[in-house]
């Protein structure tokens, strides 16, 4: 555990987020490309499935065309979806600026560790409309989310502080045992009231959206 105040409040020096469900609201904009819900969310889900069992990066847009071809959505939504991505069309979930502008005003470092390329990457985060010390995709990274070199490149990035006292805010199950593995403790934002294997490493808090975060970093950065 790390640090705690007077009141054993947990203490950390930085926050690294997950850029695309724990910030953004990517599923909309792939269910919007695909022009159909159940298609937008197999599509999604098979991207995802994809890229956390890849390991080393391979470019991301190709995963995204290939997981399209996979569940049957034509290639020239596909494509849609990355130009509109690229263009700035992914939009942060309701509380996300908000609570991002009272990380910066109380001088908090932040980042991100997201599963896609570069340029995405910065696309989405720009999107919030927050200023990130460092962004760190899986193409900067060398790696893919839930390998660990995902991680700990954004540990390094971020400052190369102690994992202990860098909190990790999830937004998919498979990142509260990733984050977990390499000793950050771990706020999951689970809007979908996803489930994580019972021998996998606990959320420090486990919440249906960001607002919790607000309660747990009060005391403000170490």
Partial sequence: MTKADEQGQPRFRA???DLLTALMDSWSLWIDAA???ALGRAWRRESLRRVTSTGSYRPYEDIVLEAAAAVSVPAPAAQGLLDRWAGG???P????SSMLAGLAA?????GVVTNCSQRLAEAAATATGHRFDTIVSAERAGAYKIDPRAYRAGLVAIGGFDPREVLFV???AHDVPGAGAVGMPVYWSNR???HIAPDAPRPL???VNLLGLRELLTPGPL
């Fill in 89 to 91: 069309q992914l939009r």
């Fill in 192 to 194: 979908f009231g996803d």
């Fill in 170 to 172: 999830a937004g998919s």
């Fill in 205 to 207: 808090r486990n919440e």
């Fill in 35 to 37: 022009g159909d819900d």
């Fill in 106 to 110: 109380a001088g908090w470092k932040t």
């Fill in 15 to 17: 926050v690294l987020f």
């Fill in 93 to 96: 979930w309701p509380e996300a």
